[in-house]
C-alpha cells in the first residue's frame, strides 16, 4: 500500500520560509518520479513541481520558479520542497504525490497516490 507522510507546513510570514517533508513507504521511492500538489479553499489542485526518479529532472509551475526547490533523498524515502520568498498566494494544503515509473513533467499524479496534506499559510 502507498504511503506518503507530509510534514513541515505552517504559519510564517510573507517573505518567511519553509521545507516540507514527505516520508515515502509501501512502494519502492526510489523508481517513481514524485510531484508536489496544491490545492486552495474553493480551487482545484495545482501543480506545483516534480522530480524524476533519480532527481536529475526537475520542474515548477511559472508562479514558484525561482523561490521553491524540489529535492529527494531516495536512501531515505524522501521527498523535499523548500519554500522561500512565501506570498499569500501559495497558501494552500500541500500534497506530496507519487508520479509515474516513466517521468512525464508537469503530470498531476492520479489522486489515490497523494498523501493526507499539510497546510501552508503566509499571513502576517
Known amino acids: 500500500e502507498v504511503q506518503l507522510v507530509e510534514s513541515g507546513g505552517g504559519l510564517v510570514q510573507p517573505g518567511g520560509s519553509l521545507t516540507l517533508s514527505c516520508a515515502a513507504s509501501g512502494f519502492t521511492f526510489s523508481s517513481y518520479a514524485m510531484a508536489w500538489v496544491r490545492q486552495a479553499p474553493g480551487k482545484g489542485p495545482e501543480w506545483v513541481s516534480d522530480?524524476?526518479?533519480?532527481?536529475?529532472?526537475?520542474n515548477y509551475d511559472t508562479s514558484v520558479k525561482g523561490r521553491f526547490t524540489i529535492s529527494r533523498d531516495n536512501a531515505r524515502n524522501t521527498l523535499y520542497l523548500q519554500m522561500n520568498s512565501l506570498k499569500a498566494e501559495d497558501t494552500a494544503v500541500y500534497y506530496c504525490?507519487?508520479?509515474?515509473?516513466?517521468?512525464?513533467?508537469?503530470?498531476?499524479?492520479?489522486?489515490?497516490?497523494w498523501g493526507q496534506g499539510t497546510q501552508v499559510t503566509a499571513s502576517s
Open positions: 504525490a507519487r508520479g509515474e515509473l516513466t517521468y512525464i513533467p508537469h503530470l498531476i499524479p492520479a489522486r489515490a497516490y
Open positions: 522530480i524524476s526518479s533519480g532527481g536529475g529532472a526537475t
